[in-house]
């Protein structure tokens, strides 16, 4: 009888440590799984915006669904309070309505202003359709000009230097067709691989 009661007041003790011991292995396991998801989507995400910039170089309407986390599947997300959730206006004393009327007509001259007189812009949109960076395959997009003699005149009527250039120019005509042949497949392979 001694015995039992000596072992008695042990017991709880034994319960809480099983308790901590199963919320902290549930836990651990939770964040392993939860940040393997994480990577896991990131990745997809990554490979989803490839296959985006794929599709519209290939100029097709196919759409790619980029994988997300659900509301339930993020913790933290019972923590916050998004505005959409609050179903009322935000109350805007006198002197706080003006200063946002103030701000926003301050704003609107600044953007008619940049509007008016951006040089660097007009620079860039008339010499490089506004992008910096010059990627190969833009310029696999783009035709080429055929000489002007080659619209007004027809074949028979070239002269020897016109004829030199028509070659010279049919000659680079199918060699651009034949690198975006080339593109294309290289995309149509990255979309399935």
Known sequence: SSGINAEWPLRPGLIKNTINHLKHTFN????????????????????????????????????????????????ESFLVVEDNEIAF???????????????????????KQEEADNARERALDSMMHGKLEIRPEDELQKDLEKPEFMLQKNEDQYSEEELKVAKDF?????????????????????TTA
Do not use: M, N, W
């Not at 989507?41 to 519209?56: C, F, G, H, N, Y």
């Not at 004393?93 to 704003?107: C, D, G, H, N, Y």
């Open 28 to 75: 651990k396991e939770f964040d392993d799984v939860y940040s393997s998801k994480k990577q896991e989507i990131q990745r997809v995400a990554e490979r989803s915006e490839r296959i985006k910039k794929i599709l519209t170089d290939l100029k097709s309407d196919d759409t790619v669904t980029v994988p997300q986390f659900k509301g339930i599947e993020v913790p």
């Open 89 to 111: 206006e935000k109350y805007l004393t006198p002197e706080e309505e003006a200063a946002r009327a103030e701000k926003e007509r301050l704003e609107g001259e600044r953007r």
């Open 170 to 190: 049919e000659k680079r005509e199918k060699h651009l067709l034949e690198k975006r042949k080339k593109y294309r497949l290289r995309l149509c392979v990255d």
